[in-house]
């Protein structure tokens, strides 16, 4: 059984950094393209970043440029997403997805296959 579990979200400061981790368990993460998304209370869900299956090539959405990394542990069978200048308009749930194919619409939910249960990310002081 295909299952994603996210981890690593928490309260924290504004500035202050936190990195989640997306880790799978029946399946290797490094065949599949990974968006992080993350939904607000009232808002719809949005896509924060995405890399691809094999290249490696990142997007991300113009909120999280310059703050945000996302990157592959193969080892750990995680992609993880580091964030820094953590600001309060982050404070939303974090869900990691999987998708078969590379590239286009990599923001759209709808393109996702798979998706873990959320960490609830809260930035506040």
């Known amino acids: 059984q295909l299952q994603l579990v996210e981890s690593g979200g928490g309260l924290v400061q504004p500035g202050g950094s936190l990195r989640l981790s997306c880790a799978a368990s029946?399946?290797?993460?490094?065949?599949?393209?990974i968006g992080w998304f993350r939904q607000a209370p009232g808002k719809e869900r949005e896509g924060v970043s995405y890399?691809?299956?094999?290249?490696?090539?990142?997007y991300y959405a113009d909120s999280a440029k310059g703050r945000f990394t996302i990157s592959r542990d193969n080892a750990k069978n995680t992609v993880d997403l580091q964030m820094n200048s953590l600001k309060p308009e982050d404070t939303a749930v974090y869900y990691c997805?999987?998708?078969?194919?590379?590239?286009?619409?990599?923001?759209?939910?709808?393109?996702?296959?798979?998706w873990g249960q959320g960490t609830q990310v809260t930035v506040s002081s």
């Open positions: 890399i691809s299956r094999r290249a490696g090539i990142t």
């Open positions: 029946g399946f290797t993460l490094d065949y599949y393209a």
């Open positions: 997805a999987t998708r078969v194919t590379d590239g286009r619409f990599w923001s759209i939910p709808g393109e996702y296959d798979h």
